[in-house]
Each structure stands twice: as structure tokens, then as C-alpha cells.
């Protein structure tokens, strides 16, 4: 004979101070999206060394993205990357002033 699942029971629910969780199903929990990264992170994302970054960082406080401390913790937002990027793409494609000048006396 088969025994009915309430038989199988090792101890009532009454007892145990269980709740049955027959029927209930649990929906899978959504992961936290990322807002930030950290000094590391930032660099593998972008190809650069984190030695570089904190050479440039050392150089001139505006060839790094804005930083935020969390506790002990650096981050860089998405944000900040992201402005950083343009910024480093728009320094890249216009000629500095003083070469524009250079090359202008040059000809």
C-alpha cells in the first residue's frame, strides 16, 4: 500500500513550527544592476593599466573620470565613465590649440 504524503511526515507542521510551503512557488529574485565600478574594474573595461590611471590621475585631475568614495571603497559611475570617454574622444580628434598656432606660424 502507498502511503499518503501527510503519513510520510517525519513531525506536524503544528509541532516542528514549520509553515508547508506545498503550492507555494518562489519567483526567482531579480539581481541588482550595477551602477558603478571600481578603480579595476574601470580599468580592464577601457584597456588601460591601472598604473596609467593613476598616472594620469597624478598628472591632471581632469584626464581621470570623477570619482566617489563609498567607505574605504573608489567608484566610478557609469556616468562618469561614460562623460570621460567623450571627453578623452572629443581631446583626441581636435588639435590642441598651441599646435593649431605652431602649425598656422609654419605656413
Not at 501527510?6 to 507555494?24: F, H, I, L, T, Y
Amino acid at each position: 500500500m502507498k502511503r499518503s504524503s501527510v503519513e510520510n511526515r517525519m513531525v506536524r507542521p503544528q509541532v516542528s513550527g514549520r509553515k508547508s510551503s506545498a503550492g507555494k512557488e518562489l519567483a526567482p529574485k531579480e539581481p541588482t544592476p550595477r551602477l558603478a565600478l571600481s578603480i579595476p574594474e574601470f580599468c580592464e573595461a577601457h584597456g588601460i593599466s591601472e598604473g596609467m590611471f593613476y598616472k594620469m590621475k597624478k598628472q591632471n585631475r581632469g584626464l581621470t573620470p570623477r570619482e566617489m568614495k563609498i567607505g574605504t571603497r573608489t567608484l566610478i559611475t557609469f556616468e562618469a565613465a561614460a562623460k570621460w570617454r567623450a571627453e578623452r574622444e572629443a581631446a583626441s580628434t581636435a588639435p590642441p590649440e598651441k599646435a593649431r598656432a605652431r602649425r598656422e606660424q609654419a605656413a
